[in-house]
């Protein structure tokens, strides 16, 4: 299968920890990368392959990786993290990229 | 690093339009680049992506045989030719370059630019 799912909307708490699935055939050969889109911006990378950073992503954001699901985990929620987050991944060809449908995060 | 999307607006069904990303700020022709679009209210979708040298191209299933991307690296720039336009081809158009170290993530995105089609 070259899909990903993710769970439509999560909701957390300010200050507490969330955790953001991913899960597809694909990523038991592959890694993930993690997105951020706020309404009427580009997305932003913010996290990619086993766990890595790019410069100016908080390291309250985290990524991990199990079978056929990938976590994006925001440890101590801000409220500038509201957003959507998106997972992407190769499919099985390897040569083609599918994302999964988004998940709309919710700071309380 | 930026990235300036242009060329979107309003086309017939069954038409053609021309996208194109002006590059800037690194050296384009070291980094694998990509289309990716955003159907209006929806998710995210890689359309597709080529090579350094452009003379590898991958393209969705959706849009195989109908769109051609392409760069000039003599001009730092990147080009989606879209034919046979489809209502479900409407979305913004997003430029975006891939990693140095990791040709499949993606580091920089343009602010996209507007496809629209309609009968």
């Known amino acids: 299968s070259s899909e990903l799912t993710q769970d439509p909307a999560v909701s957390v708490a300010l200050g507490q920890t969330v955790r953001i699935t991913c899960q597809g055939d694909s990523l038991r050969n592959y890694y993930t990368s993690w997105y951020r889109q706020k309404p009427g911006q580009a997305p932003v990378l913010v996290i990619y392959g086993k766990n890595n950073r790019p410069s100016g992503i908080p390291d309250r954001f985290s990524g991990s990786n199990s079978g056929n699901t990938a976590s994006l985990t925001i440890t101590g929620a801000q409220a500038e993290d509201e957003a959507d987050y998106y997972c992407n991944s190769r499919d099985s060809s390897g040569n083609h990229l599918v994302f999964g449908g988004g998940t709309k995060l919710t700071v309380l | 690093v930026q990235l300036v999307d242009s060329g979107g607006g309003l086309v017939q069904t069954g038409g053609s339009l021309r996208l194109a990303c002006a590059a800037s700020?690194?050296?384009?022709?070291?980094?694998?680049m990509n289309w990716v679009r955003q159907a209006p209210g929806k998710g995210l979708e890689w359309v597709a992506n080529?090579?350094?040298?452009?003379?590898?191209?991958h393209y969705v299933d959706s849009v195989e045989g109908r769109f051609t991307i392409s760069r000039d690296n003599a001009k730092n720039s990147l080009s989606l030719q879209m034919s046979s336009l489809r209502a479900e081809d409407t979305a913004v158009y997003y430029c975006?370059?891939?990693?140095?170290?990791?040709?499949?993530?993606?580091?920089?995105w343009g602010q996209g630019t507007l496809v629209t089609v309609s009968s």
């Open positions: 975006v370059k891939s990693l140095p170290s990791a040709k499949y993530y993606f580091d920089s």
């Open positions: 700020g690194f050296t384009f022709s070291r980094y694998r």
């Open positions: 080529i090579n350094e040298d452009g003379s590898e191209k």
